[in-house]
Nanobody, 124 residues
Framework: QVQLVESGGGLVQAGGSLRLSCAAS????????MAWVRQAPGKERELVAA????????YYPDSVKGRFTISVDNAKNTVFLQMNSLEPDDTAVYSC?????????????????WGQGTQVTVSS
């Protein structure tokens, strides 16, 4: 069974940066892809970054493209989300998920095994 634990959230001023981490554990953890999603109060869950495990194939929606970067440390089974030029609209709970089967990177429904999430708050 896969367990995902996020960390790195916090309070930051607009224009600032944060780096989120997602540590994965479980026997023979080899997902097809990993993703970061966010959910703000009253809003739908939004996929903000995805990466195919063991490759450089990534996906970003327009809302974060050029500001967010997803990366993987395969040896440590850890996924990172570097967030720069943060805006108040980026305020949300950020969670990571794993896709254990083949699928399109940018499709939210392909991911599950979600972690508990980490709060990111951007002040104006």
């Amino acid at each position: 069974q896969v367990q995902l634990v996020e960390s790195g959230g916090g309070l930051v001023q607009a224009g600032g940066s944060l780096r989120l981490s997602c540590a994965a554990s479980g026997r023979a953890f080899r997902p097809y892809a990993m993703a970061w999603v966010r959910q703000a109060p009253g809003k739908e869950r939004e996929l903000v970054a995805a990466i195919r495990w063991g490759s450089h194939n990534t996906y970003y929606p327009d809302s974060v493209k050029g500001r967010f970067t997803i990366s993987v440390d395969n040896a440590k089974n850890t996924v990172f989300l570097q967030m720069n030029s943060l805006e108040p609209d980026d305020t949300a709970v950020y969670s990571c998920g794993a896709a254990m089967l083949f699928g399109i990177l940018g499709v939210l429904q392909n991911y599950d095994n979600w972690g508990q999430g980490t709060q990111v708050t951007v002040s104006s």
